[in-house]
């Protein structure tokens, strides 16, 4: 019968989240989802425009921790049934959505790993490493240890962010070392080679390795094989056009 209850309410309350409200009336809501992040996040990607109260924050800031102590009143009983890891990563996109996250709490979220395998805890990482300012260098200086995390979403989100600095240094190193690196996976190798840039200083080296990987096209059985030889083929055009057409 509890649980019954549970389930009722949890409907009831993401009900009201996805509503369409005008702005007066989403803030008057706001409060009352505090201790269900992940019904108050629903709510503030409609409508960025939400200023939380600094009991709100406070409380949001308390679950975001994964390793910290809430208190009973944190956290609303339809949230029994998910993991304090779950409630951390909710609470802490909305304090991202809110703009309320600090340099600290950033950087905290940034490193974060948990017990139990070196990928633990990529979720909040993840979340962090897309919310990351590149315009903060106390931030801009994690990238290069994300791009290396152990789990590829994480790894992904990364290359992105590092590509924004491409004009100002004129390097693709991060990009060059995923995507010859032989245990990297595809997903990874596709987005590192997308984002090779002919102002980087490496272009010879570049446009070398492009010709390797190109040239594996048709090379093998596996149906998956294809793709990241043809994406080095599709960059290799902005690098070395003839040799490009030779392949």
């Not at 004009?167 to 070392?177: A, E, G, I, K, W």
Request: charged letters at 25%; a negative charge.
């Amino acid at each position: 019968e509890t649980e019954k209850i549970s389930t009722v309410r949890a409907a009831e309350l993401e009900g009201l989240a996805r509503l369409r409200y005008d702005h007066a009336t989403a803030l008057q809501l706001a409060p009352s989802l505090v201790t269900a992040p992940d019904m108050l996040a629903i709510l503030v990607r409609q409508d960025r425009q939400i200023l939380l109260g600094e009991n709100s924050l406070q409380v949001l800031r308390r679950l975001a921790d994964p390793d910290g102590p809430v208190t009973v009143n944190d956290r609303d009983p339809i949230e029994g049934p998910r993991s304090r890891f779950a409630l951390a990563r909710d609470a802490l996109e909305v304090l991202y959505l809110a703009n309320a996250v600090d340099l600290q709490q950033a950087t905290r979220a940034l490193r974060y790993h948990c017990p139990g395998s070196p990928a633990c805890g990529w979720e909040i990482r993840l979340l962090a490493t897309e919310q990351l300012d590149v315009k903060q260098p106390a931030l801009a200086s994690d990238l290069d240890t994300v791009r290396r995390d152990p789990d590829f979403h994480v790894r992904l989100a990364a290359l992105p962010k590092l590509a924004t600095f491409i004009p100002t240094l004129q390097t693709c190193r991060p990009f060059v070392d995923l995507a010859s690196a032989p245990d990297e996976l595809p997903i990874v190798k596709l987005e590192a080679i997308r984002l090779l840039d002919p102002r980087c200083i490496e272009k010879d080296d570049i446009s070398t390795l492009l010709t390797t990987l190109a040239n594996g096209l048709g090379k093998t059985d596996s149906a998956l094989a294809w793709q990241v030889p043809a994406r080095a083929l599709e960059t290799l055009v902005k690098f070395r056009p003839t040799e490009a057409k030779r392949v």
